[in-house]
């Protein structure tokens, strides 16, 4: 008999964390059961080579609310909390690290929260206990301009515990490295997102796994997030303004090395009149591939129509109250 | 009859042997690890030939399953609708032709011990030191792109469990690249050194054709192995950068038109550079263009494979891949 779906569903991705998870399943026990909500432990082992497989069996062999979830190979912190969030059942999904920085006690005030009506809460680690220079203002900078791209100012995109309703979460893809950029990816279905200020602790067990990756990725994946974002459901729109600069150069090129010959007598300049041609066909081309967009995102699954579902609220006038 | 233990799928596409004497070999090789087995002979597009030899092993109560499409479709869709008709827990693919000692079988198939996926390697390889060198230097680039050292992808003796069946998508000519195919779904693929068959004439003259494919062939797995997921990051970085340097010859030309009076009207450069921008904005925006194919499709796209779920104590209903209860049924 499947048991009927949880309230809650903590997520924490594992990595060679062999020191930690005991701990932290006792924390999140300790944390999680005063407040008599029906919750899951979903832990997903990303490939890890030492003993945190087998720790996490034994903890799922003792309770039945833990599951673990085993990668075949080491994906990546992304990949990770994506199956989680697909393998969870509860109505509400946390996620946390699995290093013990984040304190399961902070759970309480995510779940209030998400029942005062938010969709998303995104941890914020006021005093953060790690290296200010390489980690603390690296990630201030990252902050700061995923903030700017992409309209969601978050102080802290880079912390782990994060609260989601699970029919919002779900329903967002998540791809290639962009676990710090999850509320940012969420805005598409313009959640309702709050921030809390959240303890964080040294490193007790291990090293630190997942440093600040090459910039030209953050800002590439920013890139492809703020395209994503805004302009997914209105391709030719991205594309026309691709091509409008383009186009107006290549007509005043093609213009000139038209009426060159007219006013002043010369032959006509041959470079700018190609240059000119260039311009304008790059134009007409770009044009296409926006209407090529138009088509692909026609009969692509995913609709704008369908995020801005998962968040609305309806009044309606005279229905009454049901 | 039993249940067959291992199947093996034979795809007869452009090259193939006598396949009586071929069959009995490989029956010789595949008997020595168990004698619950079954052979699929794929035949891409009629062979009247091979499928009467076939007929007649049937009639002798050889266990085969002979497949004929009506046209050839290539190895790697001979390949697929052979998986779909096994029910080995292990599966063996072999070539048409004799290509590896048939003894070897054996061993390709222990390997699986550890492993999920086994392709041979033909080693020691007859042939000349051009042939030898064409290999290094496919095999070279192919590493290079993927960061995987296979030597020997042309063999098509392979081993593997029936989960990596399931999850195998093989078109075109990707038959070739399965090891390659296999390691990005997350299995565990091993080269195994296999003696070569004395009967493997690999004399074969390669034209220009064939070497235009072969580079073809690596453009495609480098895409699949590397940017399927992230469009934007190749074209982006590629048209960016055409993009900067057509820019900036633009703008010294601009500006030596302005302050050094040079006209631009006879510059050839111009040209250039404007094709040089021109090119970068197309790239960028292809990049686009598959960043919103991958978006639109995110659902089907997984940046991940399961290998099982733990739960205790009742058996996890929630499970997506088909991986667990194929290995339960492998056991």
């Known amino acids: 008999m499947p048991t009927p779906p949880p309230e809650l569903s903590v997520i924490v991705p594992f990595f060679n964390e062999e020191g930690s998870i005991g701990p932290l399943y006792a924390a999140i026990v300790a944390a999680v059961e005063p407040l008599g909500v029906a919750f899951e432990m979903l832990f997903v082992d990303d490939g890890s080579t030492d003993r945190t497989l087998e720790l996490a069996t034994q903890l799922a062999r003792q309770d039945p609310r833990v599951r673990v979830v085993r990668f075949r190979r080491n994906y990546g912190q992304t990949p990770a ?242 | 009859m039993r249940e067959p233990e291992i199947s093996v799928v034979i795809p007869v596409c452009e090259r193939y042997d006598d396949v009586t004497a071929l069959y009995l070999e490989y029956q010789t090789g595949v008997a020595r690890v168990t004698t619950a087995y079954e052979f699929v002979f794929v035949l891409d597009g009629p062979h009247s030939d091979v499928l009467q030899a076939l007929h007649r092993l049937v009639a002798r109560g050889e266990r085969i399953t002979i497949i004929e499409t009506t046209r050839a479709f290539g190895e790697a869709t001979a390949l697929t609708i052979g998986f779909e008709h096994v029910s080995g827990g292990t599966v063996m693919t072999l070539p048409a032709y004799f290509q590896i000692e048939a003894l070897e079988i054996q061993r390709l198939v222990r390997a699986l011990d550890g492993a999920d996926v086994v392709v041979g390697h033909r080693w020691p390889r007859a042939g000349g030191w051009f042939e030898s060198l064409r290999r290094r230097i496919f095999h070279g680039i192919l590493g290079w792109v993927t960061h995987l050292h296979f030597h020997d992808l042309g063999c098509g003796a392979r081993a593997m469990t029936r989960p990596v069946l399931a999850e195998l998508q093989l078109y075109g000519d990707q038959h070739r690249f399965l090891p390659v195919l296999a390691d990005r779904r997350g299995f565990r693929v091993r080269e195994l050194d296999v003696r070569q068959s004395s009967r493997d004439a690999c004399n074969r003259a390669y034209t220009p054709k064939d070497y235009a494919r072969g580079f073809l062939d690596i453009f495609t797995v480098f895409f699949l192995v590397r940017f399927t997921k992230k469009p934007l990051r190749f074209f982006g970085m590629l048209g960016a950068s055409m ?89």
């Open chain 1, 81 to 322: 909390m994506a199956a989680g969030i697909e393998y969870a059942r509860g109505a509400t999904l946390l996620t946390m690290d699995g290093d013990l920085q984040n304190d399961p006690a902070d759970i309480r005030l995510f779940l209030d929260k998400i029942a005062s009506g938010y969709d998303i809460v995104v941890g914020w680690r006021e005093k953060r206990q790690d290296h200010l220079l390489r980690r603390k203002i690296p990630s201030r900078i990252a902050n700061w301009l995923i903030g700017k791209v992409t309209g969601v100012p978050i102080r802290d995109n880079g912390c782990s515990l994060k609260a989601y309703r699970a029919t919002v979460m779900k329903s967002i893809p998540l791809y290639s490295e962009m676990h710090r950029f999850i509320p940012a990816m969420a805005s598409i279905a313009g959640p309702r997102i709050a921030e809390l200020k959240v303890r964080h602790h040294a490193r007790q067990f291990g090293k630190s796994k997942y440093g600040l990756s090459r910039i030209y990725k953050v800002l590439l994946d920013l890139m492809v997030i703020k395209t994503v974002t805004t302009f997914m459901a209105r391709p030719l729109l991205w594309f026309a303004l691709l091509a409008l600069p383009a186009l107006l150069l290549g007509l005043v090129l093609t213009g000139y090395s038209l009426l060159a010959p007219l006013l002043q007598g010369v032959p006509p300049p041959l470079s700018i009149a190609g240059a000119g041609v260039l311009f304008t066909s790059s134009a007409l081309i770009l044009l296409s591939g926006g209407a090529l967009a138009e088509l692909v995102y026609n009969v692509g699954d995913i609709r704008d129509k369908q995020f801005s579902r998962l968040t609305l609220r309806v009044w309606k006038q005279g229905a009454g109250d049901r």
């Open chain 2, 243 to 331: 993009f900067g340097a057509g820019g900036l010859v633009l703008l010294y030309l601009v500006v030596q038109r302005l302050w050094n009076d040079q006209s631009l009207a006879d510059r050839p450069a111009l040209l250039l550079a404007s094709l040089a921008v021109v090119f970068g904005l197309q790239l960028f925006a292809l990049g686009l263009l598959g960043e919103l194919i991958i978006f639109t499709h995110a659902r089907d796209v997984k940046d991940y494979a399961v290998d099982r779920v733990i739960h205790y104590p009742a058996p996890d209903e929630l499970r997506p891949t088909h991986s667990d209860a194929d290995q339960l049924a492998a056991r």
